[in-house]
């Protein structure tokens, strides 16, 4: 189930064409259905997403964590909240637990912590 | 802009005698037993499917209004950003509010989300600010926690004990000896006597917000009972 993206792309994309920090417009650039984590905030430097969970983040995003959108979509018997840990295989504590929609440009207590992230029905 | 700081300040007086009252009176955190109006059902399980049975219903219609799907994937790179700015929004992000762990949560007004709680909740601002801070009230004791002086003596013994002799600490503990150390070391009898402390303090600070959570969330079931049955497409739709 896990899926994995690297995506550098759209990020070059937003500063050659000038479009709007992600700060002054939209939803983040976080696919539909996915959970999103950037290593800088206000969704910024590079991104990582997950359809799926993820008990173990790829080290170049564990512990570099900076901002956070869930795009999951809701539906019946769907997962839909993603919660997210300070350690590997949901462990250590959660750091911050997101409803679809939801996207977190920093946050002083949670950067550079998660480890690991699963869906789940609510928080 | 909501600020859940300055409400900390303010309750921070009532702190004791609320969570004593909250204690004896042996509330949980959302209430799911409270009775149901007709057709709403009991249990918290099927309440929470029951929203978002009708969240998804009013997202696809809306969807659906604006000539869009969820059905086909892969999208063109041209057809996610459509979809994704009709789902959670675009332009400013209207809602927003900061947690005592630190975390600033954000979303947008707009888009068919939006819209569908718009619906359901009644008052959209209200309903993110409760969600926001009774969905993370376990996160907020576990960063309560964390910061008392008997986590950290338990933590730093914890890390003794996973270290080897004449080695640097571990990044990644064997699961074993990390669970065997959490056990000798002292850190899960202090972390499950914490926790439930740290839980009861923050359900006194958050009062206002549970209550606001459980009574939107109580109109929401009743709107969700209501909501017309989805034979027939809504006037003004298109099926796409």
Known sequence: MKRLLVTTAAALFAATAGLALATSAGAAECPSGEFCVWQDSDFGGQRANWSGDDGWWESWISDTDSSWANHGISGPGIKDHVKVYESAWQGGGMTICLAPGQEVGYNGAANDRGDSHIWSMGC | ?240
């Open chain 2, 1 to 240: 802009m909501f600020r859940t700081t300055s409400r900390t300040r303010r309750t921070r007086r009532a702190l004791v005698t609320a969570a004593a009252a909250l204690l004896l009176s042996g509330c949980t955190a959302v209430g799911p037993d409270a009775p149901a109006a007709p057709g709403v059902p009991s249990g918290k399980a099927a309440q929470d499917a029951l929203l978002k049975a009708a969240e998804h219903r009013l997202v696809v219609d809306c969807l659906s209004g604006r000539g869009l799907s969820l059905t086909s994937r892969p999208r063109a790179p041209d057809e996610e950003r459509k979809l994704r700015a009709a789902l959670f929004g675009a332009g400013p992000r209207e809602l927003s509010v900061t947690l005592a762990t630190g975390a600033t949560v954000t979303a947008h007004e707009d888009g068919c989300v939006a819209g569908a709680r718009q619906r359901l909740y009644g008052d959209q601002r209200r309903w993110f600010r409760a969600q926001v801070v009774v969905d993370n009230l376990r996160a907020e004791a576990q960063a309560r926690m964390r910061a008392d002086p008997a986590h950290r003596a338990a933590l730093a013994r914890w890390t003794r004990c996973v270290t080897p002799p004449d080695s640097p600490r571990p990044d990644r503990p064997d699961p074993a000896v990390a669970t065997r150390c959490s056990r000798e070391s002292g850190l899960d009898e202090v972390r499950e006597r914490l926790e439930a402390a740290e839980l009861a303090t923050v359900r006194a600070l958050r009062r206002d917000e549970l209550t606001t959570y459980r009574q939107l969330r109580d109109r929401a079931l009743r709107q969700a009972v209501e909501l017309p049955a989805p034979t027939h497409p809504q006037k003004g739709t298109t099926l796409s």
